[in-house]
């Protein structure tokens, strides 16, 4: 006679497995909240493999007592806690100093320290709705996750939570064991650091739809290294930055001197799309003909204006967001003649 519990094992085997597959799912979006806490893409995924670790091995003793999101958010939110404790804020060169001229006498020397980086849109912008894929773009925009670094560990995980994620003040409360007070205190606080930190341009930069006619005026003026077209694509209050080079400039007549200096002709620009906005992989020239990463370019736009150029040099980028380290016209990579512009699936 066959057991009344034979069949339980594959039972438990099976609701494990749907589970983890639910976990799974969450994956794109616990990147993008784990991103806005630590403000890298590297640091970001480390964290969700870690929150998924914790909840797989959690996974037999779940039994939905809390909703699986919150319990999710809940392991994420302590694992960036636990990361960003004693850590040195990350930023960007606007966080460090005023501008420079752009000459050759501002020209600096590249500095290690966390820097803030880009996140590849492919990791975790998703949304149903265009309203709330808008929305999502404006969260991950540089300047508003620049911003956030300024804020203590618990105060920006209760803005994204409350702000960001739309949370209910008592679902974060529960969350990180506050009061419903505190966290409102909490949230007050941090919008004025916010505000403290994000100008009205800032508010703007990056914001809505990406402007492809621009972005193909842009595309035609580099190619052909035409910096006056350049400079007047540009935004009266345009930033231009290269991390981890310390170094910017704000407005056109900086941008453009350092433009007339360094633009090189030779590089190559594969589109992609970061922090909301349309970005590039920047390729310069190597031996024997091939293209070398050197950089992940992120273009902000307001106002039928370019308002922000920041050049993250940083080749190990390049992976993350599915981008070769080198092409190589002759080794059956796409073809590449300087200067083109691919297209890269999003």
């Known amino acids: 006679m066959t057991s009344p519990d034979a069949h339980r094992p594959n039972q438990i085997d099976s609701t494990r497995l749907s589970l983890e597959r639910d976990i799974e799912a969450h994956r794109h979006q ?60 990350r930023a960007l060169p606007m966080d460090l100093g005023a501008p420079s001229a752009g000459d050759q006498a501002s020209a600096s020397e590249p500095v290690e320290m966390p820097w803030i980086q880009p996140f590849p849109d492919r990791a975790g912008l998703a949304a149903d709705d265009p309203g709330d894929a808008v929305a999502v773009r404006d969260t991950i925009r540089l300047a508003f996750v620049a911003a956030l670094q300024h804020l203590d560990s618990r105060p920006r995980a209760v803005l994204i939570l409350r702000d960001v994620l739309a949370w209910p003040a008592v679902e974060v ?49 580099f190619a052909r290294h035409d910096v006056g077209t350049l400079v007047a694509l540009l935004h009266h209050d345009a930033v231009f930055s290269m991390p981890p080079l310390p170094r910017w400039m704000r407005g056109p007549l900086a941008i453009g001197t350092w433009w007339r200096q360094e633009l090189c002709r030779d590089k190559t620009l594969v589109r992609t799309a970061a922090n909301g906005s349309a970005a590039f992989g920047v390729y310069e020239p190597a031996a024997n003909g091939v293209f070398e990463a050197f950089g992940i370019q992120v273009l902000e736009m307001a106002d039928g204006r370019i308002t922000g150029i920041h050049t993250f040099i940083d080749a190990a980028l390049f992976t993350r967001f599915g981008l070769p380290l080198a092409l190589d016209p002759h080794a059956g990579q796409p073809t590449v003649v300087p200067p083109t512009v691919l297209p890269v699936d999003s």
């Open 173 to 221: 409360a529960e969350l990180l064991e506050m009061t419903p007070t505190a966290v409102h205190s909490m949230l007050l606080r941090g919008r004025r650091t916010i505000a403290s930190r994000t100008g009205p341009m800032d508010a703007r930069r990056g914001r809505g739809t990406v402007d492809e006619q621009l972005v193909a005026k842009y595309v035609d003026a």
């Open 30 to 89: 616990l990147t993008a909240y784990c991103y806005r806490m630590l403000g890298s893409i590297f640091e970001a995924e480390d964290a969700v493999q870690e929150t998924m670790l914790r909840a797989w091995r959690s996974a037999a003793t779940y039994e939905g007592r809390a909703p699986l999101r919150s319990w999710l958010y809940r392991i994420a939110t302590n694992v960036c806690l636990d990361s960003l404790n004693g850590r040195q804020r």
